[in-house]
């Protein structure tokens, strides 16, 4: 059974995971799955999955083809969906049992597409698949936030090339969404806005940072971008929960699909992640909070200094990353 343990002297909750327990010897460098022949995800090789939880498909038989989107249970999921959920404590430490979900959304079942090059409708496809599990596992009482995210590339921790996201639905609020909602709140606190439609009025005035919009979303380099080219996608309507706009996910998938490709093109198909923030379960009306996806190209490493100081060292201006993405020919 899977654990989560909180370090009260990091402030941290970490996850325990016995599916993927390894023993000292069994650290040796994992391989990415690259052989269409042995993907999991591609089409025809559905029995390799777990039962599929949602599929897009025109017709057949669940668990068979003529699907487009399948999500599943993770192979090998960090936490565990069955079993109440137990906190317990053990002298000065707490620990809760890993209860929570592990899913993986296989946005296409061609093997060589991406998120990137795929039809504009199939991305819009994948969001609403997000969407669907996000709102699907708000009605587990066990949950306090879902945590959808996305792999790209080996070095970014992906295991098999074919493209796919992830979710994990946690017991806890994650520490960092739980600072961004404390600073956001304590902003709206004091200014009675919010900090993220604040920061969009003045980035799309300014320019400098800007990277792309279209009539519902902006993507933008933060002003204090932790790595090189971070980008920040945001609805420019005040919005907490990650959701479509007007019942339309076009305008997200098209600038989330135009800063992949500048990406690819300047930065030559790097590995990223990505992630989204949305608002914590139960307090869904936030006038402080507002969704938005973080990019990350992983183009360098962490090492010691940002381990030990929380600091992060970013040789690339948000300013000059801007440019160049927006400059990209796509
Ligand atoms: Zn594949
Ligand atoms: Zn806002």
Redesign the pocket.
């Known amino acids: 059974m899977p654990e989560l343990r909180k370090d009260y002297v990091t402030d941290t909750w970490v996850v325990f995971s016995a599916a993927r327990a390894h023993r000292p010897g069994a650290f040796k460098k994992e391989k990415l799955t690259t052989d269409?022949a042995k993907?999991p995800?591609?089409y025809g090789h559905e029995p390799m999955t777990p039962p599929e939880i949602l599929a897009y498909r025109k017709d057949g038989q669940p668990n068979g083809p003529g699907w487009w989107i399948r999500c599943v249970p993770n192979k090998f999921p960090a936490l565990q969906i069955y079993g109440d959920l137990n906190r317990m404590g053990e002298g000065i430490f707490d620990r809760i049992n890993g209860i929570g979900a592990h899913e993986v959304i296989v946005e296409t079942p061609e093997?060589f597409l991406s998120l990137s090059t795929m039809p504009l409708k199939a991305a819009e496809d994948v969001l609403w698949a997000y969407y669907m599990r996000l709102s699907d596992l708000k009605k587990d009482k066990r949950f306090k936030y879902v945590m959808i995210f996305k792999n790209e590339g080996e070095v970014a921790g992906a295991s098999l090339e074919?493209t796919h996201s992830q979710l994990i639905a946690l017991p806890v609020i994650p520490k960092l969404v739980k600072e961004e909602i404390d600073a956001s709140r304590k902003y709206f606190d004091y200014k009675e806005r919010c900090i993220f439609c604040d920061l969009i009025n003045q980035e799309l005035e300014d320019g400098r940072r800007l990277i792309y919009q279209n009539a519902g979303y902006v993507a933008l380099a933060p002003f204090a971008s932790r790595s090189p080219f971070e980008t920040w996608i945001l609805p420019k309507s005040h919005e907490p929960n990650f959701s479509p706009l007007k019942d339309d996910f076009s305008g997200f998938a098209d600038i989330l699909q135009k800063v992949l490709k500048q990406m690819d093109r300047i930065l030559d198909i790097p590995p990223y992640n990505f992630l989204i923030h949305t608002s914590v379960f139960h307090d869904e009306v936030s006038e402080y909070y507002h969704w938005h996806l973080e990019l990350l190209p992983k183009l360098t490493k962490i090492a010691g200094f940002e381990w030990g100081s929380g600091f992060y060292i970013n040789p690339t201006p948000p300013e000059e990353a801007a440019k160049y993405l927006r400059e990209a020919k796509i």
Do not use: G
Request: charged fraction near 0%; charge should be neutral; aromatic fraction near 16%.
């Open positions: 269409p993907c995800f591609c093997h074919h």
